[in-house]
């Protein structure tokens, strides 16, 4: 090889960097290793970990431990989708672009919007996304309900820095000015609240605002769709449409939005064409919407995203169906509300909010820090749920998937007391 | 013909129809568990009034469609994918392997710091490597994809002159660059300003010296840039921005090819970020996830997103929320972690020395496939010799026979392989962007420089075979205008017109 490019060496191939610049010593790593030594470091790694695998997990706070049924990875998995790039070519890439337009029309028809994008990196971006989108000269205000999740505010508020906004948190009504640009709800919200979301959302359209709902996919078995709410945008967090807790990412970004405003969507969208003998195919599309044709007028900057996220997500949606969504979550429902009766029989815990009805999560008052009482709930063989401090450092929510069993609820309640009257 | 690829003689069947046509009523795959509590509602008020029509089907519909999809689909699994700019290398199963352990794959973002100490040094450890290779002092692995990465690196060159009192409003781009950095810049509060190439593909010094003021926040730059080209005079165009107070903004795309030969650090960034999908291990997906972590020099360390992994004095790691000076949370949790742990396993299953010889090799790869294209597809800047990429050009074939290439891109397929990146860098016209990776053979190369010949051999004889290729995928050219137009964008719905 070197001889066919008349090199002596392949050290030459590097002799245009400047000889100040380069490195002259081997780099601080040591030397590689075999895969088998390199799987017992890994395993030494993993094996200090805890997780939901050894713990019963009731944590919650927009990553959750759902279900995620064997077929989903055996066919997400597969290396034709795995090991695919961008759908550039879509000739070779008919698989992926039919998944990912497969799950666009679910999440269509999960939320009652028009039209969806083919991912973002996570809700918290995917919210980021959804405001930019909203963002007009003359609208430029964020309003935010308090029931968002605050991670996902402050993933805003690190953006608007750049953008040249600043979120502004709203409680009970929104107040909202010729000026604002969107109004953000989080349905149910952080403390697995239902909001009045209807309402906030007509207020956003009275003064010509956007309407924004943060929501939860697997709710909408048993709650009303963003769309049929009046939102013109919903993003949502679609780590529990099939994909593992894996400490916070990769999870998807979901967003869907109205047909009017296919245009200003982020990232990619495919959709349906003919191929040159009249068969139905395939394409990435719009794409004069995206950073590498629209440069420094895009609206967005994404490039790579979490289409295996997608694929995934599909999967697992069309493996729910709409007896299995609907189903799952009424068991949400049950479970979360009987766990909720539970703990509230727990001497010096008490519900935050007493008669909300919730979805899956709850958030309870303790007569000590939440912190406090999780570390020592691990000890318990429990993940109790998570900390919010916006509302008291004694505030636990704690969310309760299908996957929880009675016993494991009844188990948890007993921890529990037994923690807090330590 | 590609020995590795599905050769096909005549074309497959198209697709047999979306998943929703294999409906009927009341299948399905899902079983619960029986509900064990008493059964609650929510109110009638909030609840959904008709149930969402997703999919009626068993698990053997699943499975079978989704394998059919499957397999219309080419990866890096299937044959070489030497999409420029895109680093589409074969990545080792083990990283799969690890990044399935229980450990990390079920632990909820939010558990005590106490019960992810694996996680934790894991972290640690990769943040040390990544410094290393790119002679930073600290590093963020929060942003979940490059694109985040230019946008933190942004925000802490605005953070970081907001605190010297001086407000600069202008980022300079080489007019070559991705187009990421454009839009990041502007999203980050800044005026994109592009500086030219030269004649032999390097930024324009001349030129960038007319731009630089006290105005600049910062350059961006990825070296080897853009077009495969090592910036030679990287040492003075980075004094030249730190005269003015302006910070240097080291873009990770093309990282692989430098390992263990030079470190953005050495040669005057403040800022880099990591295309980890890129740079080492992750399978890319259909086109993710990814991650990119950021790097900054000693002076910047304060401004990183929160949390960062800290060591107490006592061994035992955890995440510093507590950091006044950050530009905040750019993820809704602390980053792509299944994508890290990847990272980890390519960056010490291959070491120092392997890394090296990752880059190393990538260059080999590349000069040599450049050499055996060049008499075809002559390079677009002879007069810089390549290093992990190359950028050819396809305008004389193009003159001479009227053959573009998207047609040759098309008659590679046919021919059995992916083909390369085409229509960029935009300054450049009938752009081919090659990256072949360390990752393929010399046969592979071989037999892909072959497929390029043939096809620029058929443009002068049989135009017409290139024209219409390809004939051999299940569908052929698909109408990208019609579907621009006639949006059909999810199924049940019929095309909107424009």
């Given at each position: 090889?070197?001889?066919?490019?008349?090199?002596?060496?392949?050290?030459?191939?590097?002799?245009?960097?400047?000889?100040?610049?380069?490195?002259?010593?081997?780099?601080?790593?040591?030397?590689?290793?075999?895969?088998?030594?390199?799987?017992?470091?890994?395993?030494?790694?993993?094996?200090?970990?805890?997780?939901?695998?050894?713990?019963?997990?009731?944590?919650?706070?927009?990553?959750?431990?759902?279900?995620?049924?064997?077929?989903?990875?055996?066919?997400?998995?597969?290396?034709?989708?795995?090991?695919?790039?961008?759908?550039?070519?879509?000739?070779?890439?008919?698989?992926?672009?039919?998944?990912?337009?497969?799950?666009?029309?679910?999440?269509?028809?999960?939320?009652?919007?028009?039209?969806?994008?083919?991912?973002?990196?996570?809700?918290?971006?995917?919210?980021?996304?959804?405001?930019?989108?909203?963002?007009?000269?003359?609208?430029?205000?964020?309003?935010?309900?308090?029931?968002?999740?605050?991670?996902?505010?402050?993933?805003?508020?690190?953006?608007?820095?750049?953008?040249?906004?600043?979120?502004?948190?709203?409680?009970?009504?929104?107040?909202?000015?010729?000026?604002?640009?969107?109004?953000?709800?989080?349905?149910?919200?952080?403390?697995?609240?239902?909001?009045?979301?209807?309402?906030?959302?007509?207020?956003?359209?009275?003064?010509?605002?956007?309407?924004?709902?943060?929501?939860?996919?697997?709710?909408?078995?048993?709650?009303?769709?963003?769309?049929?709410?009046?939102?013109?945008?919903?993003?949502?967090?679609?780590?529990?449409?099939?994909?593992?807790?894996?400490?916070?990412?990769?999870?998807?970004?979901?967003?869907?939005?109205?047909?009017?405003?296919?245009?200003?969507?982020?990232?990619?969208?495919?959709?349906?064409?003919?191929?040159?003998?009249?068969?139905?195919?395939?394409?990435?599309?719009?794409?004069?919407?995206?950073?590498?044709?629209?440069?420094?007028?895009?609206?967005?900057?994404?490039?790579?995203?979490?289409?295996?996220?997608?694929?995934?997500?599909?999967?697992?949606?069309?493996?729910?169906?709409?007896?299995?969504?609907?189903?799952?979550?009424?068991?949400?429902?049950?479970?979360?509300?009987?766990?909720?009766?539970?703990?509230?029989?727990?001497?010096?815990?008490?519900?935050?909010?007493?008669?909300?009805?919730?979805?899956?999560?709850?958030?309870?008052?303790?007569?000590?820090?939440?912190?406090?009482?999780?570390?020592?709930?691990?000890?318990?063989?429990?993940?109790?749920?998570?900390?919010?401090?916006?509302?008291?450092?004694?505030?636990?929510?704690?969310?309760?998937?299908?996957?929880?069993?009675?016993?494991?609820?009844?188990?948890?309640?007993?921890?529990?007391?037994?923690?807090?009257?330590? | 013909?590609?020995?590795?690829?599905?050769?096909?003689?005549?074309?497959?069947?198209?697709?047999?129809?979306?998943?929703?046509?294999?409906?009927?009523?009341?299948?399905?795959?899902?079983?619960?568990?029986?509900?064990?509590?008493?059964?609650?509602?929510?109110?009638?008020?909030?609840?959904?009034?008709?149930?969402?029509?997703?999919?009626?089907?068993?698990?053997?519909?699943?499975?079978?469609?989704?394998?059919?999809?499957?397999?219309?689909?080419?990866?890096?699994?299937?044959?070489?994918?030497?999409?420029?700019?895109?680093?589409?290398?074969?990545?080792?199963?083990?990283?799969?392997?690890?990044?399935?352990?229980?450990?990390?794959?079920?632990?909820?973002?939010?558990?005590?710091?106490?019960?992810?100490?694996?996680?934790?040094?894991?972290?640690?450890?990769?943040?040390?490597?990544?410094?290393?290779?790119?002679?930073?002092?600290?590093?963020?692995?929060?942003?979940?994809?490059?694109?985040?990465?230019?946008?933190?690196?942004?925000?802490?060159m605005r953070?970081f002159h907001e605190?010297q009192g001086s407000a600069r409003t202008r980022v300079l781009i080489p007019?070559?660059?991705?187009?990421?950095?454009?839009?990041?810049v502007?999203?980050?509060g800044f005026e994109a300003v592009g500086v030219p190439?030269?004649?032999?593909?390097?930024v324009d010094v001349g030129a960038l010296r007319e731009l630089v003021d006290e105005r600049v926040a910062g350059l961006m730059l990825?070296?080897?840039?853009?077009?495969?080209?090592?910036?030679?005079?990287?040492?003075e165009i980075a004094a030249m921005l730190h005269a003015v107070g302006a910070l240097v903004y080291?873009?990770?795309?093309?990282?692989?090819?430098?390992?263990?030969?030079?470190?953005?650090?050495?040669?005057g960034?403040d800022?880099?970020?990591?295309?980890?999908?890129?740079?080492?291990?992750?399978?890319?997906?259909?086109?993710?996830?990814?991650?990119?972590?950021?790097?900054?020099?000693?002076?910047?360390?304060?401004?990183?997103?929160?949390?960062?992994?800290?060591?107490?004095?006592?061994?035992?790691?955890?995440?510093?929320?507590?950091?006044?000076?950050?530009?905040?949370?750019?993820?809704?949790?602390?980053?792509?972690?299944?994508?890290?742990?990847?990272?980890?396993?390519?960056?010490?299953?291959?070491?120092?020395?392997?890394?090296?010889?990752?880059?190393?090799?990538?260059?080999?790869?590349?000069?040599?496939?450049?050499?055996?294209?060049?008499?075809?597809?002559?390079?677009?800047?002879?007069?810089?010799?390549?290093?992990?990429?190359?950028?050819?050009?396809?305008?004389?074939?193009?003159?001479?026979?009227?053959?573009?290439?998207?047609?040759?891109?098309?008659?590679?397929?046919?021919?059995?392989?992916?083909?390369?990146?085409?229509?960029?860098?935009?300054?450049?016209?009938?752009?081919?962007?090659?990256?072949?990776?360390?990752?393929?053979?010399?046969?592979?190369?071989?037999?892909?420089?072959?497929?390029?010949?043939?096809?620029?051999?058929?443009?002068?004889?049989?135009?017409?075979?290139?024209?219409?290729?390809?004939?051999?995928?299940?569908?052929?050219?698909?109408?990208?205008?019609?579907?621009?137009?006639?949006?059909?964008?999810?199924?049940?719905?019929?095309?909107?017109?424009?």
């Open positions: 090889m070197l001889a066919t490019i008349g090199r002596g060496s392949v050290g030459e191939l590097f002799e245009q960097i400047p000889s100040a610049v380069r490195l002259d010593r081997p780099l601080a790593i040591a030397d590689g290793v075999s895969e088998m030594e390199l799987v017992a470091d890994l395993q030494g790694l993993a094996g200090r970990n805890r997780s939901a695998d050894d713990l019963v997990c009731f944590a919650g706070g927009g990553a959750y431990d759902h279900y995620v049924p064997s077929v989903v990875w055996a066919l997400a998995a597969r290396s034709e989708f795995y090991t695919s790039y961008t759908p550039y070519q879509p000739e070779l890439s008919q698989g992926v672009l039919q998944v990912l337009f497969e799950y666009q029309s679910m999440i269509c028809e999960l939320t009652g919007l028009e039209v969806s994008n083919a991912s973002l990196y996570d809700g918290a971006t995917a919210l980021v996304e959804a405001v930019h989108m909203a963002m007009r000269p003359d609208r430029t205000r964020v309003l935010v309900s308090a029931g968002v999740d605050r991670r996902a505010l402050d993933a805003l508020r690190t953006a608007g820095r750049g953008a040249g906004y600043t979120p502004e948190v709203f409680e009970g009504e929104a107040a909202v000015g010729g000026d604002v640009a969107a109004v953000v709800v989080q349905h149910p919200n952080v403390y697995g609240v239902l909001e009045p979301a209807r309402e906030r959302f007509a207020e956003a359209h009275a003064a010509g605002a956007m309407a924004i709902q943060i929501f939860d996919p697997l709710s909408l078995g048993v709650l009303a769709p963003p769309g049929e709410l009046g939102a013109d945008i919903a993003v949502g967090e679609g780590q529990v449409l099939g994909n593992h807790l894996n400490y916070g990412g990769p999870y998807l970004g979901i967003l869907a939005a109205r047909l009017a405003d296919v245009r200003r969507l982020p990232g990619r969208i495919v959709g349906e064409t003919v191929d040159v003998e009249g068969r139905p195919g395939f394409v990435l599309t719009l794409q004069a919407r995206e950073q590498h044709i629209r440069r420094d007028k895009a609206n967005s900057n994404i490039c790579t995203n979490q289409t295996l996220m997608a694929i995934a997500a599909a999967i697992y949606m069309a493996w729910l169906g709409p007896q299995g969504l609907a189903e799952l979550g009424r068991h949400c429902v049950s479970k979360a509300a009987y766990a909720a009766a539970s703990l509230a029989s727990i001497p010096g815990v008490t519900p935050v909010f007493p008669g909300q009805p919730c979805f899956k999560e709850f958030a309870v008052r303790l007569p000590r820090p939440a912190a406090e009482v999780i570390e020592s709930m691990v000890g318990e063989g429990f993940l109790a749920g998570v900390a919010q401090p916006q509302a008291g450092n004694d505030v636990l929510v704690v969310a309760v998937t299908e996957r929880r069993s009675r016993d494991e609820i009844d188990a948890f309640a007993a921890a529990l007391r037994r923690v807090v009257a330590a | 013909m590609n020995e590795g690829a599905p050769v096909r003689t005549q074309a497959p069947a198209a697709s047999a129809g979306t998943i929703d046509l294999r409906s009927s009523p009341g299948r399905r795959a899902s079983v619960l568990a029986p509900l064990d509590v008493p059964g609650a509602e929510v109110p009638a008020d909030h609840a959904r009034a008709r149930p969402a029509a997703l999919p009626e089907v068993a698990e053997i519909d699943l499975v079978r469609h989704y394998t059919m999809l499957s397999q219309q689909n080419y990866g890096v699994d299937t044959g070489p994918y030497p999409l420029g700019s895109c680093t589409m290398k074969y990545n080792p199963k083990v990283a799969e392997t690890v990044a399935a352990f229980p450990g990390f794959q079920r632990a909820h973002p939010l558990q005590p710091d106490s019960t992810v100490q694996g996680t934790l040094e894991m972290l640690w450890r990769l943040e040390r490597a990544l410094c290393e290779i790119t002679g930073m002092a600290r590093a963020t692995l929060q942003p979940p994809a490059g694109a985040c990465g230019e946008m933190t690196g942004l925000l802490i953070a605190d007019d070559s660059a991705h187009g990421t950095n454009p839009a990041s502007r999203l980050a190439s030269d004649e032999r593909g390097l990825t070296n080897p840039n853009t077009l495969g080209l090592f910036e030679e005079r990287i040492e080291y873009d990770g795309a093309n990282l692989n090819a430098i390992m263990g030969k030079v470190r953005p650090g050495d040669m960034f800022i880099v970020h990591i295309n980890t999908h890129k740079t080492f291990a992750t399978p890319h997906g259909g086109g993710g996830p990814g991650a990119g972590p950021v790097g900054v020099a000693e002076h910047l360390v304060d401004y990183l997103p929160a949390p960062i992994v800290a060591r107490d004095h006592d061994g035992a790691f955890r995440w510093d929320r507590d950091r006044p000076r950050s530009i905040g949370r750019l993820h809704g949790f602390n980053g792509n972690m299944a994508v890290l742990v990847r990272a980890y396993a390519y960056v010490f299953g291959h070491g120092g020395d392997g890394l090296t010889e990752v880059s190393e090799l990538a260059a080999l790869n590349a000069n040599y496939l450049a050499a055996l294209m060049v008499p075809d597809f002559p390079l677009a800047y002879p007069g810089s010799p390549p290093m992990h990429e190359f950028v050819a050009t396809g305008q004389a074939l193009k003159k001479e026979t009227g053959i573009k290439v998207t047609d040759i891109a098309k008659r590679v397929i046919d021919l059995g392989y992916h083909p390369s990146t085409v229509y960029f860098p935009l300054v450049v016209e009938e752009a081919m962007m090659v990256e072949p990776t360390e990752t393929e053979s010399k046969q592979t190369l071989d037999g892909m420089a072959e497929a390029f010949r043939r096809a620029a051999g058929e443009a002068h004889i049989d135009p017409d075979l290139l024209r219409e290729a390809p004939v051999t995928t299940p569908v052929r050219r698909l109408d990208e205008a019609r579907a621009a137009r006639q949006l059909k964008l999810r199924w049940g719905a019929g095309a909107t017109p424009d």
